[in-house]
């Protein structure tokens, strides 16, 4: 198949991306070029297009069999808010893709999406979801738990975070540590979209998460014990008392070490159930506590 990935040059899309050429796919990998990709294979192509103004999409589409829709924010910055790219920018591929005479649009989405306004980033997801169903494109919808895997936004910034804690400072837990998140390796995404794509559209909304239910403070313990050689004592900080921080951070840092939205999905557990990818793409998933030696390796 040709297919076209919204959101190809990030943290999922290059994983994808490499999973889709390794299976023979042809891609086409749009995005606005904000950031450094990597070397582009024989049958990859890079499009230059924006899901906010609408500008190249349909001719970034052209000749596709399916497009993949993964672009989304997790912090508002300028035009770049939930609404504009996660609603509407949905609703603009959707509506390209048409235009372009794609049959599949597979979109991916988030577990906790729900159209409660006060949860911004998560209603907006729901919206997006919304923009893609009455689009009257034919579409499959994934609803992923949190992602793991070199380059991701979450599980890196935490052991950035364990890592500098001063040795005579007690971890900082934010929250009760009891919301329950089923990490899912980036491979294993890639390949529930892959299957995706080569079953064609499916009306139902698929929730995918790895093997294990863990909470907040059992993903803590594993990146603890992976980057620290000695154990420290840990505090628990409420969730209100960090925001202001982090609507700072956002404010003002290029890459916050913890994000208003992120501190939104402590509220609410991320979950599907255990067997989810087994029933759902037919294969099991790798486990978080097995694959996190990435964690070890530093970055800014
Ligand atoms: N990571 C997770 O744990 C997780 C969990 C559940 C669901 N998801 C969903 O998975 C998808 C991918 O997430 P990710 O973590 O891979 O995100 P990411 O690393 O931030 O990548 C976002 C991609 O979108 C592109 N992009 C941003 N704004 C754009 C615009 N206006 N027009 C065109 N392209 C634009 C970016 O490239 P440029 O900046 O160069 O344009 C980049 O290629 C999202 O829909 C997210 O909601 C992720």
């Known amino acids: 198949m040709r297919i076209a990935i919204t959101g190809g040059t990030g943290f999922v899309g290059s994983h994808l991306a490499s999973h889709l050429a390794e299976q023979g796919h042809e891609l086409v990998l749009v ?3 904000k950031r450094p990709s990597g070397a582009p294979g024989a049958a990859v192509t890079r499009v230059a297009a924006d899901v906010v103004s609408g500008s190249g999409l349909v001719a ?5 069999d399916a497009v993949v829709n993964l672009v989304a924010v997790i912090v508002e910055r300028r035009e770049q808010t939930f609404d504009a790219v996660n609603r509407e920018g949905a609703a603009k591929v959707a509506h390209a893709a048409m235009e372009a005479g794609v049959t599949h649009l597979v979109h991916l989405s988030a577990i906790g999406a729900d159209p409660d306004p006060r949860l911004g980033y998560l209603a907006s997801k729901w919206s997006g979801e919304q923009a893609i169903r009455i689009s009257g494109i034919s579409h499959t919808i994934i609803r992923s738990s949190l992602v793991f895997g070199p380059g991701d936004g979450f599980f890196v910034k935490l052991a950035r975070l364990i890592r500098r804690t001063p040795p005579l400072f007690p971890l900082p837990i934010a929250g009760d540590g009891r919301t329950l998140f089923q990490p899912i390796a980036v491979q294993d995404v890639a390949r529930c979209i ?3 794509l080569e079953r064609g559209p499916d009306s139902r909304v698929f929730a995918i998460g790895g ?5 907040y403070e059992q993903i803590v313990d594993i990146i603890r014990r992976e980057v620290l050689s000695l154990p420290r004592i840990k505090v628990h900080v409420p969730v209100p008392a960090i925001r202001p921080v982090a ?4 404010a003002v840092m290029r ?4 994000t208003p939205a992120q501190l939104d999905l402590l509220g609410h557990h991320n979950i599907t ?6 029933a759902d793409f037919g294969f099991e998933p790798q486990r978080f506590a097995d694959r ?9």
Do not use: K, N
């Open 255 to 258: 890459d916050p070490l913890v």
């Open 31 to 33: 995005s606005r070029g």
């Open 60 to 64: 970034a589409f052209g000749g596709c």
């Open 211 to 215: 093997p294990d239910h863990l909470s």
């Open 273 to 278: 159930v255990t067997g989810a990818v087994a």
């Open 292 to 300: 996190v030696s990435y964690l070890r390796r530093r970055s800014r």
């Open 194 to 196: 892959g299957i995706a």
């Open 247 to 250: 609507a700072l951070m956002a």
